[in-house]
């Protein structure tokens, strides 16, 4: 899967995501609404709590901060949704 432009997390996508009709490849450029710097997507936790590395005072900070969550995320696959949400 190739990474598409940065994506702005309006409303509408993050319902989206929730939703499981839009899926994210990890370390997909987004964009918060409220900030100036973009994310990296993470992943939807089962929980349905959204999880992306937001800019935190430096681009080191950012790539050590996404890369804990990334490894999270792959010690524990079956805590994130990978395809479509099931309906609850």
């Given at each position: 899967?190739?990474?598409?432009?940065?994506?702005?997390?309006?409303?509408?996508?993050?319902d989206r995501l929730r939703e499981g009709t839009l899926i994210l490849q990890?370390?997909?450029?987004?964009?918060?609404?409220?900030?100036?710097?973009?994310?990296?997507?993470?992943?939807?936790?089962?929980?349905?709590?959204?999880?992306?590395?937001?800019?935190?005072?430096?681009?080191?900070?950012?790539?050590?901060?996404?890369?804990?969550?990334?490894?999270?995320?792959?010690?524990?696959?079956?805590?994130?949704?990978?395809?479509?949400?099931?309906?609850?």
């Amino acid at each position: 899967m190739r990474y598409q432009p940065t994506i702005t997390l309006t409303n509408d996508v993050l319902d989206r995501l929730r939703e499981g009709t839009l899926i994210l490849q990890v370390g997909q450029w987004v964009r918060t609404e409220w900030s100036r710097h973009p994310s990296r997507w993470v992943g939807t936790k089962r929980s349905g709590v959204l999880w992306a590395s937001h800019y935190s005072g430096g681009d080191r900070q950012q790539r050590e901060q996404f890369e804990a969550m990334a490894a999270v995320r792959r010690a524990d696959p079956a805590g994130f949704y990978t395809s479509p949400l099931p309906s609850v």
